[in-house]
């Protein structure tokens, strides 16, 4: 008796499965932003829930002060420390086994290796579809929040918009420390490739960084575009004014650094902008399923890639197609744990 098609279908399921975290793997290599929280370390796995969760610190102690040795000290409750939470998004597919071509698949005359095809496709897909969520101009009600839509081209301590279920209107920045705002600047930046737009450009990043020289408050990561990055590279004597992130460039990312920040382009950003992050203030979780073998950090494997599976169910006969279909998703989303970090750099004029 041949090998039933259920048992191949099966298989094919369990192909998928083991080889799911090579699929999100690849979800790492398409965007610069995650492929660099993949090599900070930024990727969390939460087990249940219907939200992640991240803790906020926003304002100071008040009852801190210089004071006489007699004097009272203040006793108020503070309620500084506050909880940003984020929806889930849902990123789901299928792999469709068709029950004719597993028997054009079979034996030595078969046409390629089913299990591969449908692997090698989701291994493309998947990526693409995520790393356009995350860069989305607007994103819908069952996307991710974007980076775009969390650094919006709106001046700092005046965005109102709600953030982790957080109003920016409730934090304006008055105070540095009680600020959730993004940075923004529209001045004109005409040359990056000179020694005035690099001026520029570093003003900008030390304004991300509300702490001064301390590396952990500099932005690490800009997203922008292969004009700006042309403009860059424009200058003669660029090897002596620009270093490289190594780590990226291993992972396939081209990148400048402009101080600690690693400039990489993105096709979703839109022209002349650039997109500064600072990694330590945001992270991808990701919400753990049957598959799941970790929980809590990830372990970061060689440069930065993150090995996660994502869940495989088992195949399914259609009633009424000559097919089986084995369903794929992954739960996640952008979570920040602040804002003033991160900021938007218009009006660069590109190559």
Known sequence: MSVSYDRIARDIAFTLEVKSEKIFENIFLQNGCLAALGSNGRVKVSKGGNRFDERVHLGQNSTVGHRSKFAQIPTDFQNNFLTAY????????????????????????????????????????????????????VPAATDPDSIVSVIPATAYGSQAITTGGIARASHPGTDP???WQTRYNATALTDLGAATGIRAMTAFLWECSPGGSAVSEQPDIGLTTTGVL???SGGIDMLRRYAVNDKLLKLGFDNIMINRCALMADRNVAAGRCYVMNTNYMRLQVLGGQNTKVVGNVITVGDGKQSIPLQVRKPIESEDFLNYSIKIYLVYNLTWGGLRQHGLKAAITEA
């Open 230 to 232: 042309a403009m860059a």
């Open 177 to 179: 420390t009680d600020a």
């Open 86 to 137: 984020y929806g889930q998004a849902v990123c789901s597919g299928s792999a469709i086994v068709n029950l004719v071509e597993q028997d054009q698949n079979m034996g030595e005359h078969k046409l390629d290796d089913l299990a591969e095809r449908l692997i090698e496709e989701a291994q493309l897909t998947f990526p693409n579809k995520i790393a356009d969520g995350i860069m989305k101009a």
